[in-house]
């Protein structure tokens, strides 16, 4: 393959694009950015660029700052998650205290309930989206319905979980 346009001009300025990244910050994910646009380069339809260099540049940019806002939004994830949960501490049981135990034992009983209460069918995709990862249109062809019989399923259960989630707030 002959790279043109965009790609050439990619190409030709590999090395200075490289340096860029590392300039500003991308440190060692400089080479994994740099691939990243290259694969969005080859799969984007664009037309004529009138300055492809400064185009490429600005690309560059923009997928170092997205990565650096999912890199931001991990870490307060786990920062989150951490804690609602407990750190670890030496010394110290991961296991939830026993009030909390309780606690999520019930909840967990009364989601089962509001599930029954939406139906067979609702609650069967509900678990099989949102606690296996399976996607609609497999579900859809496992259940012998159709795609919007799916989502109409989800969007009963969801309205379901919701509301009972905001009776968990309230308390």
Avoid: C
Avoid at 35 to 52: C, D, F, S
Avoid at 104 to 132: K, N, P, S, T, Y
Wanted: proline share 3%; no cysteine.
């Amino acid at each position: 393959m002959n790279p043109d346009g965009l790609e050439a001009v990619f190409l030709a300025n590999r090395s200075r694009l490289l340096g860029f990244l590392k300039a500003h910050g991308a440190g060692d994910a400089a080479e994994d950015l740099l691939q990243e646009l290259w694969l969005k380069l080859q799969a984007a339809r664009t037309g004529p660029i009138a300055q492809p260099l400064s185009y490429l540049y600005r690309a560059a940019n923009n997928l170092m700052v997205d990565r650096h806002r999912a890199q931001r939004q991990a870490a307060q994830r786990e920062r989150h998650w951490t804690e609602a949960t407990g750190a670890t501490r030496p010394g110290q049981s991961d296991d939830p205290a026993s009030d909390r135990t309780l606690v999520a034992r019930e909840q967990l009983a009364r989601a089962e309930a509001v599930l029954a209460d939406v139906g067979d069918r609702a609650a069967a995709v509900f678990r099989r989206h949102r606690l296996d990862g399976i996607g609609q249109r497999q579900i859809a062809a496992e259940m012998g319905v159709s795609l919007s019989t799916v989502e109409s399923d989800l969007r009963k259960a969801y309205r379901a979980m919701i509301a009972l989630r905001r009776t968990f707030d309230e308390v």
